[in-house]
Each structure stands twice: as structure tokens, then as C-alpha cells.
């Protein structure tokens, strides 16, 4: 019991360790990168910085979400037949930059934070 205690936690260990280590565009980030494809700015207050957006289509979009509020935020992009594409990006405090990089066809997209009393965050994200 206690050797498979040991080998599970060496697993996790090491899984951890080849996520840290793997590189990839993906959060945490601590600025919002330069060849950004689209910005969004949570707050400040329950709010986007925009009510619409607009993002050049491709297969890996760069998506930043930074948080300018004092409360955790998410954004979620949901497509027409209301799917989550992607990643859901989540800042936790202000200051906070999430990255990700998404599969956006064109197409008209609604931006939402998940957060339950957050239904005031709502945008419409136009790809094109
Ligand atoms: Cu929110």
C-alpha cells in the first residue's frame, strides 16, 4: 500500500513537472503578449472593457484576458450552438493574465464570464 502510495504521488510529480516544463503558449502569463490576437480587460466592476470585439479568424488565435478587478473572473468564448470553445480563462485578482490559444472560424461568438452574478459580462466577439 504505502509503495503504491509513493509510486502514484512520483507519478503526479513528475506529470506536474512535464506540464510546467512543456513551454506552451498557455497560462499563467504575466503580461499580455504582443501578438495577441484579441484582448479582453475584465472590470473594473462586473463588466468587459468592451461590449463587442473583433478578432481576425484562424486556428490558433491568441486570446490575453487580464483582470483589472478585485474578484476572480472568467471568459468563456461560446460559439452560435452555445459551445465552449476552448480553454475557459480564469483571473483570480487583479493584475492577472490568462493566455490561451484558440480555433476561431469565422463567425459571431459571445464572450461570457461564468461566475455565478457575473451575467452582466456578456460581449459579442465578431471573427472575420
Ligand atoms: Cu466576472
Given at each position: 500500500?504505502?509503495?503504491?502510495?509513493?509510486?502514484?504521488?512520483?507519478?503526479?510529480?513528475?506529470?506536474?513537472?512535464?506540464?510546467?516544463?512543456?513551454?506552451?503558449?498557455?497560462?499563467?502569463?504575466?503580461?499580455?503578449?504582443?501578438?495577441?490576437?484579441?484582448?479582453?480587460?475584465?472590470?473594473?466592476?462586473?463588466?468587459?472593457?468592451?461590449?463587442?470585439?473583433?478578432?481576425?479568424?484562424?486556428?490558433?488565435?491568441?486570446?490575453?484576458?487580464?483582470?483589472?478587478?478585485?474578484?476572480?473572473?472568467?471568459?468563456?468564448?461560446?460559439?452560435?450552438?452555445?459551445?465552449?470553445?476552448?480553454?475557459?480563462?480564469?483571473?483570480?485578482?487583479?493584475?492577472?493574465?490568462?493566455?490561451?490559444?484558440?480555433?476561431l472560424p469565422a463567425?459571431?461568438?459571445?464572450?461570457?464570464?461564468?461566475?455565478?452574478?457575473?451575467?452582466?459580462?456578456?460581449?459579442?466577439?465578431?471573427?472575420?
Amino acid at each position: 500500500m504505502q509503495t503504491r502510495h509513493l509510486l502514484a504521488s512520483s507519478v503526479a510529480a513528475i506529470a506536474a513537472f512535464a506540464l510546467a516544463g512543456c513551454g506552451s503558449s498557455d497560462s499563467p502569463a504575466a503580461t499580455v503578449p504582443a501578438d495577441a490576437g484579441l484582448v479582453v480587460y475584465a472590470g473594473p466592476g462586473i463588466k468587459f472593457d468592451q461590449t463587442e470585439y473583433t478578432a481576425a479568424a484562424g486556428s490558433s488565435v491568441k486570446v490575453a484576458y487580464e483582470n483589472r478587478d478585485a474578484q476572480r473572473h472568467t471568459l468563456d468564448i461560446v460559439s452560435a450552438d452555445k459551445t465552449v470553445i476552448g480553454k475557459e480563462l480564469a483571473v483570480g485578482k487583479s493584475g492577472d493574465v490568462e493566455v490561451s490559444t484558440y480555433d476561431l472560424p469565422a463567425g459571431t461568438y459571445s464572450l461570457e464570464c461564468l461566475v455565478p452574478g457575473h451575467d452582466a459580462m456578456r460581449a459579442t466577439l465578431v471573427v472575420k
